[in-house]
């Protein structure tokens, strides 16, 4: 009995855990199927680029179009956390977007995982000699 009510407590826990984890993520990267599901509570229009749900990528990634890094993060809650995050272009699109990047991090899977999404890897945006290392699926 004392062990099914640990293992019941230890499942609880994981289960708060999870829950709390989704809070410290980026509107940058959340999964989508439309624009209008991105940047929640933000005014897109402010935004500095056209806001973008990225098919090319599974599951849909928010991002919006931007010209340096310092377009990402620009308006009052676009990032939520302070995740440092860059403007890249994204394999042959010839176009540049935000992206939570995992540059300089120390162990770049798990700063994903953590920071974005269980699924997400770090990788090159692909972008030809622009390429950043951001979190993507």
């Known amino acids: 009995m004392r062990s099914l009510t640990l293992i019941s407590l230890v499942g609880s826990l994981a289960v708060l855990t999870l829950a709390g984890c989704h809070d410290d993520h980026e509107n940058t990267g959340h999964a989508c199927t439309a624009v209008d599901q991105c940047y929640p ?3 897109q229009a402010s935004l500095l680029g056209a806001v973008v749900c ?4 599974v599951g849909g990634y928010c991002t919006h179009q931007c010209v340096v890094d310092t377009d990402c993060c620009a308006v009052a809650g676009e990032c939520e956390t302070g995740f440092p995050q860059a403007c890249a272009p994204f394999e042959s699109t010839g176009d540049r977007y935000c992206f939570l990047s995992c540059e300089g991090v120390a162990d770049e899977a798990t700063y994903c995982q953590d920071n974005a999404d269980p699924a997400f ?3 090159s945006t692909g972008g030809g000699s ?5 979190c993507v699926p």
Do not use: A, Q
């Open 54 to 57: 990225m098919d090319r990528v």
């Open 130 to 134: 622009d390429n950043r290392k951001v």
């Open 121 to 123: 890897g770090c990788r």
């Open 41 to 43: 509570g933000v005014d």
